[in-house]
């Protein structure tokens, strides 16, 4: 006989008190596992937390863990498992990679059959092709506000934010000159952290300076 785990969870401390809703779905579960003929051997549960963190949520840990290939993890709905699209795909993905399915009772999404798994690639596909579109125009609306001189990030050094425009600073654009010299001359990073330091030279937000803060500025520079 093939084999299920369940996972249950309700939101709320009063959901979780009363219990009505964990039953309820462990009933759901229950049902489509004797009506596909799975062996439910067991329900991992999140009583009274929230959706929205994963690494919160030791039952859904727990659940992903035992899961193994050939076995069927099964919800009563996506919602259990996850509020976004990005936790959604990350579980599928582990399961996959174990060789395990995934089941939701609610949206009727069942990677035991080919056609379930069809149909979750297709929502996968178009999940990812929604963040690429969103990538895309913030990269657009980005770079806009860079070519028109507009506040975009944290203010960089060589400038201030003045009235929601970029504004240069002379001394701090003549400090980015001499990194930009220095690292064109062949100085590593460390090297060029180091002498702004023994210079006293102190960051936008003051403190010491490191490769990584001299890395930054040097890659925005050339982009």
């Not at 084999?3 to 579960?29: D, F, M, N, W």
């Amino acid at each position: 006989m093939n084999r299920a785990i369940g996972y249950i969870r309700v939101s709320t401390e009063g959901q979780a008190t009363e219990g009505v809703s964990l039953e309820a779905q462990r009933a759901k579960i229950a049902a489509w596992c004797a009506a596909n003929d799975y062996e439910l051997v067991a329900v991992f549960e999140d009583a009274g937390l929230s959706g929205t963190r994963m690494d919160r949520r030791e039952g859904l840990r727990m659940a992903l863990q035992a899961a193994g290939k050939g076995v069927a993890l099964v919800a009563y709905s996506i919602s259990r498992l996850a509020r976004s699209t990005r936790d959604m795909l990350e579980i599928a993905d582990r399961l996959e990679r174990k060789g395990a399915d995934l089941v939701s009772l609610t949206e009727k999404i069942d990677t035991t059959s080919a056609a379930g798994r069809m149909i979750f690639r297709l929502l996968a596909t178009m999940a990812e092709f929604e963040r690429d579109l969103i990538a895309e125009r913030t990269k657009g609306a980005l770079a806009h506000k860079k070519a028109t001189g507009q506040v975009y990030a944290t203010t960089p050094f060589g400038f201030e934010a003045i009235e929601g425009r970029l504004v240069e600073v002379k001394a701090e654009a003549a400090i980015v000159a001499d990194i930009l010299r220095m690292r064109e001359s062949g100085s590593s990073l460390a090297a060029i952290a180091d002498d702004l330091n023994a210079r006293g030279i102190e960051g936008k937000r003051g403190g010491r300076w490191h490769p990584s803060t001299v890395r930054y500025l040097v890659a925005r520079q050339a982009a």
